[in-house]
């Protein structure tokens, strides 16, 4: 399942035999990931596992956070693998991997909006897996030359000394 167009990506995917689908989705409204469930089982023949990879950074002091960055934040992440879950949830997937982040794990500086939101998909997995679900939460570190931290105050963060390093796009 694939819901952002990159030509490059598409094509190894078609080259590998992939069935693929390309459609554009709000993980954070119900109706668009249940259209986007749909849509994939209409073209497939069976849909055999799904793979979030949504994120917003909207960093802030926690005192200084209101309902606005942490809703941001936490819809597409929190939200969005819950919705996932529930259109999923008449299907049998073979894979269910949640892109979390260390930021669950560690914290972050200003990032509790964030923390939350992938210790969520983080529980989503463990419940799924005590189910009897395949499941799993990768809880990424920075990735260093594309992604939310190679940018804005994340990428500040980072080149002040956080202590971590960042992965590579070879690693």
């Known amino acids: 399942l694939l819901v952002r167009e990159s030509s490059r990506e598409v094509e190894q995917l078609e080259a590998s035999g992939t069935p693929t689908v390309i459609a554009r989705c709000d993980t954070a409204e119900p109706t668009q990931v249940g259209r986007l469930i749909t849509l994939v089982q209409s073209e497939l023949a069976r849909l055999q596992g799904a ?11 926690l005192l200084k956070q209101s309902a606005g960055p942490v809703s941001r934040v936490y819809a597409p ?4 693998a819950w919705w996932l879950q529930a259109a ?5 997937l073979q894979a269910c991997v949640l892109f979390s982040s260390v930021a669950a794990l560690l914290g972050g500086a200003g990032q509790a909006n964030y923390s939350a939101a992938n210790a969520c998909l983080d529980s989503l997995a463990t419940c799924r897996r005590a189910y009897g679900q395949a499941a799993a939460s990768a809880q990424w570190g920075a990735w260093g030359e594309l992604g939310m931290a190679a ?4 990428n500040e963060r980072m080149e002040a000394g956080s202590g971590f390093g960042r992965i590579g796009l070879a690693q």
């Open 151 to 154: 940018r804005g105050a994340a």
């Open 51 to 61: 793979w979030h990879a949504a994120g917003v950074l909207s960093d802030g002091l």
């Open 77 to 80: 992440k929190a939200h969005g």
């Open 88 to 92: 999923c949830a008449a299907s049998v």
